[in-house]
């Protein structure tokens, strides 16, 4: 059994020359919920896809449960369940939520990948999960912003993944929606055992659920539970002077005023 | 009179390039309407004219194994790749915009190579131009319908992929579906499509008659799989009844075949308002 979900060293991205990242060092335990947190243009996206295998690396090293995920990409998709950021979606290629979800599982079988009985009860099984069920047949673009997130994570969970990376999934989504999906991968982590990898700019909605927090700007600039990290000092470090933090029933809050810096 | 007409071998001929072309229109009509890149296939039409002159002009040249319609297939396809490379790590926009420059590179070599062709060679490019359905000899019956089968094939064994990246390519690429290939086989299996309609119909209608009926299809139909069979209707009709229209009335048999479509699509749009008031 693995101990790291994941484990990153020394690990630089670039594009063309802008520096994405650079020497980030990230471990993250099998089971940890843990969020990544920075303001935009930080490299939270471009970490997330590099624990894809999406983009190569300039230099260093990650490995998801063992895997270079580079190299062995098959084999690090199974593990992994991942929720983007922006869907550009098309208005054009119209699907139901049942056939968004069922993509989950056709990804993994070949051309022309007919779903089985067990594929739609597995898409299902999903979006029962994230209380969707009885929208299969609804048109996914009908949807409201929050509907459509949870749906998009349905379709991450279809595969029964170790490993669920989800990038500013709170983004663009009403306050009890935000609160419900946070509320909803927590359960994901205790009950299912979901190692999950969050990315965000606001760590508020989901503060008392995770385990810890790292604080990229670039770099790693701290990591730790919440209250090592949610502190003035350090938070200024990336978002400036406009940041204030409230300690409210025992957790911690950071109200940023500037996320540009 | 009329059962003579219809009984002669060029109706047959023509009745059974209609019927390919209303094929390929379901299928790669789907394709780029739902990526959003319509007028590829007038960029690659009007390559496939360009290849054609080329072609005729090789042949008063003396190399007369090269038939226009191997002219044709080959500038549309290197046409399409050029934009297909275009846009594959680039946004819509820029796909949008290499389509634009594509055609009018293919419109300026066309205009070219007419400018060298002898004028009683014109007709054999003129059909490029507007169509020579009544014109289609069984050779041709051959290659055209060939290449609708290739393209049908892989459009229905890989139409879910076709699909996905068309939905979201960054969530299919993560989700292990190979992105690049899937891109350059779409735009491929599209280009083959256009080059075949263009021999039927010719460039200036290869629009009207792929992108039309998948656009109506799109507006009537109430689940994405239902849109290829929608549009292969919509081809069929307005193929059938715009050649029937062409001896009852004696105009050209693209133009009808191009204002049915049309207007089918008008019909579409209303339909679909009407129904969502
Ligand atoms: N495809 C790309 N090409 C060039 N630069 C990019 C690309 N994607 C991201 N970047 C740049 O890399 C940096 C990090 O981006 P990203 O990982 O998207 O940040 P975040 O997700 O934290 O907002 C930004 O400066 C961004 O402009
Ligand atoms: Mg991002």
């Known amino acids: 059994m693995e101990k790291y979900a994941v484990k990153i060293e020394d690990l630089t991205i670039t594009y063309d020359d802008v520096v994405a990242i650079e020497n980030v060092n990230l471990e993250m335990l099998d089971g940890e919920f843990l969020a990544i947190m920075g303001p935009n243009g930080a490299g939270k996206t471009t970490l997330l896809k590099a624990i894809l295998g999406l983009i190569k690396p300039v230099r260093g090293k990650v490995e998801v449960y063992g895997y270079n995920p580079f190299h062995e990409g098959d084999k690090v998709r199974h593990l992994i369940g991942y929720v983007p950021q922006k869907v550009m979606l098309s208005k054009a290629v119209r699907l139901t939520v049942g056939e968004v979800v069922l993509m989950g599982a056709l990804a993994r079988k070949y051309p022309p990948r007919i779903p089985s009985e067990k594929d739609v009860n597995s898409a299902l099984e999903a979006l029962k999960i994230v209380g969707l069920e009885e929208f299969w047949n609804r048109d996914f673009l009908e949807l409201s912003g929050g509907q459509q997130r949870r749906v998009l994570i349905a379709r991450a969970l279809v595969s029964k993944p170790k490993l669920l990376l989800l990038d500013e999934p709170l983004t663009g989504v009403d306050v009890r929606s935000q609160a419900e999906i946070s509320a909803f991968l927590n359960e994901l982590n205790r009950k299912h055992k979901v190692s999950i990898l969050m990315v965000t700019h606001d760590l508020n909605p989901v503060v008392e659920y995770v385990d810890r927090v790292a604080l990229l700007f670039r770099k790693i600039y701290a990591i730790g539970t919440p209250e090592e990290v949610l502190k003035e000092d350090i938070l200024s470090k990336v978002y400036g002077s406009r940041v204030r933090v409230f300690a409210y029933g025992g957790v911690c809050f950071a109200i940023i005023g500037d996320v540009h810096r | ?277």
């Not at chain 2, 890149?37 to 007369?64: D, K, M, N, P, Y």
């Not at chain 2, 009683?120 to 290659?143: A, S």
């Not at chain 2, 010719?202 to 992108?211: D, E, H, M, Q, S």
């Open chain 2, 1 to 277: 009179m009329f059962l003579e007409i219809m009984g002669s071998p060029f109706i047959v001929n023509a009745l059974i390039g209609i019927i390919i072309a209303s094929f390929v229109s379901a299928a790669i009509g789907h394709i780029l309407t739902s990526r959003g890149i319509t007028f590829l296939s007038a960029e690659v039409a009007h390559a496939a004219l360009g290849g054609a002159a080329f072609g005729v002009l090789l042949q008063t040249l003396g190399i007369i194994w090269f038939e226009p319609l191997y002219g044709a297939f080959l500038f549309g396809v290197v046409s399409a790749l050029i934009t297909a490379y275009a846009g594959l790590r680039g946004s819509r926009e820029q796909m949008e915009a290499a389509i634009g420059v594509s055609l009018a590179m293919s419109m300026a070599l066309a205009v070219v190579f007419l400018g060298y062709i002898r004028s009683e060679d014109m007709p054999k490019v003129w059909g490029y131009l507007v169509g020579d359905i009544l014109l289609l000899t069984v050779d041709d019956l051959l290659f055209l319908g060939s290449l609708a089968i290739l393209v049908g094939f892989f459009y229905i064994l890989f139409r879910r992929e076709l699909l996905y990246i068309a939905f979201d390519i960054e969530s299919a690429e993560a989700l292990g579906i190979k992105v690049k290939f899937y891109h350059y086989l779409s735009i491929l299996l599209a280009a083959i499509g256009v080059i075949v309609t263009t021999k039927a119909l010719g460039a200036i209608l290869v629009y009207a008659f792929i992108i039309a009926p998948a656009a109506a299809a799109n507006e009537i139909a109430k689940k994405t799989s239902q849109i290829p069979l929608i549009t292969l209707a919509i081809a069929l009709f307005s193929g059938m009844i715009g050649l029937t229209l062409t001896f009852t009335v004696n105009i050209p048999a693209s133009g009808t075949i191009g204002i049915l479509a049309s207007i089918a699509y008008l019909m579409a749009i209303t339909y679909s308002r009407l129904r969502r008031k």
